[in-house]
């Protein structure tokens, strides 16, 4: 019973903090914030992977995979309309399970922010290789690397912060070249390109699927500032819908333009199969705008990583979860700097050692895992009544039933992972109980 009552205490804390926070988050504002952390450097690269092992029943994967995220949002949804606070995914976690499990979903987290910007940042090597073919040797390209995250390291110290129009900027310069390529692309399809031999089976369509998830995976991201959303019951849900559908479709367009114009040769232009297939329809000058296209939208996605990402390390140092140097701030510019250089190693090591597909699916079994998490919380936190501020929550007839049907698609999915996937994503939850632990009985004694 103490524990629980420290719980409660806890979250009532949180709330009262962030009861100081301003609610001017909308649909339209939540709605656009989702789909521009979901719509990132992935989608430049991925259909080629996807096409390797379906061939012309690719868009199938990004349909199950959209099927898979109706359930997670449904789940995140309910569970956002109970839980306002700020945190998104953790806070719903730690709420129904208390603070380890939410600083292991905070883990999660961390190890699928460092997978993933170690994948992105392959795909902008290999943007900058295709237009400088010279910066492809195996050393060169750790130096173009070295240099991406050491410029970003600098910046990132001095305090830069990325303004609201700076993030709109990018978040055109991504998304134009894309509905460019399906705007004139779409009329350049050819419709035997798109014919299926066969079903698919389980192993090929799984494997396809837990690699395109990186791609559909973001909304948690967006969910983060839960605490500044008006009326959550109400925005969580419709802006978390609004948004798959946008992107789902954006998705499978962009396939369907890839293979109807490329055909079975889509599956050997890894590293950037939609500048081939705009070459078709546009010539050099489209091959030329989705590399650009490519190359911005990873940029953008690594500055804003490196902006946001670094700050758990420091607060773990922050917490005693980590040794407290972690959370210095830098005399000057009082940034976390050596959280900043901690995170840009670590990163810096996964983009050498691996591959775009390879870290893709790492990140994906982390975020899949959190997902778990999330899924879980939202039954118990149905079952327990939890209501924001006496709000009335997000409900539906049959409602109970979505995070076991969640849980299973994400058992599914999870079971075409590898084992190093999980090896890796065990070691750094085991590691990180030790701190907590050890954190713990400190602070008790």
């Known amino acids: 019973m103490p524990a629980m009552a420290d719980e409660t205490l806890s979250i009532q804390q949180a709330e009262q903090v962030d ?52 359930l997670f949002v449904t789940c995140f949804a309910i569970a956002g309309s109970r839980v306002s606070l700020t945190g998104g995914l953790y806070a719903y976690v730690e709420v129904a399970f208390g603070k380890y499990v939410g600083f292991l979903a905070g883990m999660l987290y961390f190890l699928t922010a460092l997978g ?37 390291v600098l910046i990132n110290i001095r305090g830069v912060r990325e303004g609201a129009g700076a993030v709109t900027t ?71 819908y609004l948004a798959l559908v946008i992107t789902t479709i954006i998705y499978i367009l962009i396939q369907l333009v890839a293979q109807g114009t490329l055909g079975v040769d889509l599956a050997n232009h890894r590293d950037a199969p939609l500048a081939e297939a705009a070459a078709l329809f546009l010539g050099n000058i489209g091959r030329t705008i989705l590399l650009a296209g490519a190359t911005i939208s990873a940029f953008g996605f690594v500055t804003s990583d ?26 000057r510019y009082r940034s976390p700097d050596i959280a900043i250089i901690t995170y840009a190693v670590l990163a810096l090591a996964l983009s050498v050692t691996g591959t ?13 895992l959190m997902y778990l998490l999330c899924c879980a919380a939202c039954w118990f936190l149905v079952q ?12 539906f007839p049959g409602m109970k039933i979505v995070p076991a049907l969640a849980i299973v698609a994400i058992i599914w999915i999870l079971a075409h992972a590898t084992a190093w996937e999980f090896e890796v994503n065990g070691i750094v939850l085991a590691i990180a109980s030790v701190f907590y632990f050890l954190r713990t009985k400190l602070r008790s004694t």
């Open 384 to 395: 327990r009544d939890v209501r924001a501020d006496g709000a009335q929550p997000f409900n």
């Open 116 to 152: 993933a910007v170690a994948g992105v940042v392959n795909v902008l090597a290999n943007s900058i290789v295709l237009v400088i073919p010279f910066l492809g040797g195996p050393v060169i390209r750790i130096v173009v690397m070295l240099a991406v995250y050491g410029v970003l």
């Open 19 to 70: 009861h100081q926070l301003v609610r001017g988050i909308g649909i339209p504002a939540l709605t656009a914030n989702i789909v521009s952390s979901t719509i990132g450097a992935g989608i430049f690269v991925i259909p080629a992977a996807v096409a390797a092992g379906l061939g012309p029943a690719a868009p199938l994967a990004f349909i199950c995979c959209a099927i898979a995220m109706v």
């Open 356 to 368: 775009f597909e390879k870290l893709a699916v790492l990140s994906n079994v982390a975020v899949l």
């Open 306 to 331: 490196i902006l946001s990402s670094p700050r758990m390390i420091f607060a773990f140092g922050r917490d005693g979860a980590l040794p407290k140097w972690f959370a210095h701030v830098h005399p």
């Open 170 to 240: 990018i978040t055109i310069a991504k998304l134009l070249p894309l509905l460019l390529f399906i705007g004139v692309g779409i009329f350049f399809i050819n419709p035997q390109n798109l014919s299926w031999p066969g079903w698919p089976g389980s192993k090929p369509l799984g494997d396809a699927v837990i690699l395109l998830i990186f791609a559909f995976v973001g909304i948690e991201v967006a969910l983060i500032p839960s605490g500044e959303v008006k009326n959550p019951a109400r925005t969580v849900p419709r802006s978390a």
